[in-house]
Structures are given as C-alpha cells and as structure tokens.
C-alpha cells in the first residue's frame, strides 16, 4: 500500500499544477462573473427574437358570461359568448424594423462586452500567475541565501570553539539569519495570498505552476479592441431607437377582424319578432391612426435618443485615442523591460563574482562579516531582480497585446 502511495504521489502532485491556457480556459468555463456576461448575451438574443414576432399577425381569443336582471326583450337573462380576433400592422412608419435593428446592435454589444471581459480575466490570470512566480523566484533566492548563512554560522561556530572567532561575529551571523527567516516566511505568505488569488481568478485549486512564456511581440498589427466596438454598437443602437422614436409621427395602419358566437338563455319573446340577438358577428376593421399634435413629445423624446447616440459617439473617439495612448506606452515598457532585463541580468554575473572573491576573501579572514554580509544581501537581490525583471517582462508583453486589440491568451507559450 505504501508503495502505491509512493508511485501515486507524482502524478498527484503533477494534478495539482497548471498551466496559463488551463487556468484561462478554466475561467472562462467557471468564472461566474462570465456566465453573467453569458446570461446577457442569451437575453438580448431572446430580444431579438421578440423584435421579429411582432411583424407576425396576433391572434386572440376570448370567452364570457353575462348575466342581466330584469330581462328585456335585448337584454337576455344570460349571455355567454365566445370571441376570435386576428390583428396585423400593415404599416407602422418603420418603427418594427428600427426596433428589430436596435436590438441586433444592442445583442452584438453584449457579446463585445463578454469578449472584453474574458480578456480581462485573462490579463489579471497572467498577472497573478507571474505575481506567484516573482515571489517563488524571490524565495528561492531568500532559501539560498540561508543556506549560505547556516555554512558559515557553522564554521565561525568550530573556529570559537578553536579560538579562531569571537560570538560577535557569530551574533551578527545569526542576526542576519533570523532577519533572513522573517523574509522567508512573509515571502511564503505572500505566495499563498497569489495562489488564493489565482485559485479565485480561475476556479482551479493553485499549488503548482507549470512553466508558460508570452510569445515575443513582432510585426503586431493595431486594431480597436471591444471597448470602442461596444460604444460603436450602442451608438448605433441609439440611432436605430431614434428612428422608432420618430415613426410616431407617421401614419399607423392596422388591419383586425374579429369574429364572436353568442348563446343566449332565459330571453323574453315577443310573437312576431324575431332576430333581434345575434347569434353570430364578425367585424372587419381597417383602421389608420395619425398623430397631429403632442406639443413635441416625440420629436423631444427622438433628440433625446439622438444626443444619447452623439455622447457615445464622442466616448467611442476618447475611447479610441485612449488605446492608442495605453498601446503606445506599453511599447515604450517592452523597451524599458528588455533594457532593465539586461541590466539586472549584467548586475547578477557582477554580484555572483564579487560574492564568490568576497567570500573566499572571508574564509580566509581578509575581510570582515560586514563585508562578506554585503557581498551575500547583493546577490540575494540581483537574483531576485533579474527574475522579477524576467516576469515583469513576460505581463508587460501581455499588457502591449491588450492595447494592440488581440487577446493576449492567444500568444502563450
């Protein structure tokens, strides 16, 4: 049994780790802020579809019972009748079809915005997946670093005993040790504070990440992303909602015909007359409405919908200027970053030697704790800064394929 557990224990662990596309096609399948964005794109297609069953005619029916007292010769005692009628708009100054059009562009914002935030989650997933791989890099660094410590706390430890040291320079050691452990342990908070994050981004329990990169930008072509669209297709829906406005103002032609049964009890009678209540009538109704004054309640309610369509139409244009700004910017990063990584990348070889000549120098006792401390914390964060560089890096190509309009999911490694 114990050797089961044993050969199981990989592929546990292994479960446990994902990937960048994992978490993101997770997110999108569970994140229930995304089924809410589902859920609007179902109803404005349910919209539209509403839209395109009102050119259809209407058909109604109803039934009734009436009772009179006292009877008269028109008057039965009781009534009961059954009626049909069938309805249909023969012109209606084209406010169905402006409605109809105000839905599809209403629909096709919905799904821009659905778009938008899939990418949005997607951009803080690979935000947070490298916030975890910053602070794992910087843990390693911080792990190193006590291990070298605890070496030489070790050796300063035999020399006291052969009266090759003093305790201060252990003290100082150990102090540095201690101060090393407190880092660790905030380090490993900090870890578990981006995997719950992750976790939460995702729907997925984070305990492992597999290694993902960002695919080097090159000849990326600029296109609007979904925040212009959306304002776009919500102009358009304005637009389309004005001219529904403004039909109002033409001719309303209908059609109905309406057919109704009737039976009839307790009747008084007269001899010699008969027919006087129907037993059956059918009305034919052509009927065309006009409206001839509202003092501009319409045509107010029309300019109304059209300044709404011009302030989305100025916001789409900031919108647009925006990104262009964002993508700009998050060019001049990717520069910045690949600068800084050969920087950093330069500024660890440098450290990593002087720290090894440094402790040599120690060892040997050329050189004081202080000294040696210095070399060892300068290591320590070069090593850390060179990883934190390399990942910051990684969002920052991220962020630059957000702003050129693409979905930054699509360019994992």
Known sequence: MKMLLLLLFPFVLFAQTYGLRTLIRE????????????????AKAEEINAAKSDFWPTVDISAGSVKSNPVTLVDPGVTTSASALIGVDLYDGGRRKAVLDAKRFEHTASLFEKRAFEKSVALNIINSYYAVKKYKATLFALQKRSHELQTQI???????????????????????????????????????EAEERLSLQSGL???????????????VRYEAYEK?????????????????AGSGYLPQVSLSDSFTASHYTN?????????LLQQQQNYLILKVNMRLFDKGKIKNEQEALKYRKLSLESQKIYADQEQKMHFRVAAKRLKTLRAKLKSTKSG???????????????????????????????????????????????????????YAGKSPKEYIQ
């Open 27 to 42: 997110a999108e399948k569970e994140n229930p802020m995304i089924r809410s964005k589902m859920m609007d794109v179902n």
């Open 267 to 275: 009747t008084e009678e007269v001899p010699g007359l008969t027919g």
């Open 228 to 244: 212009s669209k959306i304002l776009h297709a919500h102009a358009q829906a304005m637009k389309e909602n004005a001219k529904a």
């Open 205 to 219: 329990r984070v305990r492992g990440l597999k290694e993902n990169h960002i695919r080097e930008p090159r000849h």
């Open 154 to 192: 070790d050796r300063i430890r035999r020399f006291i005993v052969a009266g090759l040291s003093t305790e201060e320079e252990l003290d100082r050691l150990s102090a540095a040790y201690d101060n090393n452990a407190y880092s660790i342990e905030n380090t490993k908070l900090a870890i578990v």
């Open 348 to 402: 660890l070889k440098a450290s990593r030697s002087t720290y090894r000549a440094i402790r040599k120098k120690y060892e040997a006792g050329m050189v004081d704790n202080v000294t040696y401390l210095d070399a060892l914390t300068q290591v320590t964060l070069s090593m850390a800064r060179y990883k934190e560089t390399l990942y910051d890096y990684e969002v920052a190509k991220s962020i630059y394929y957000y």
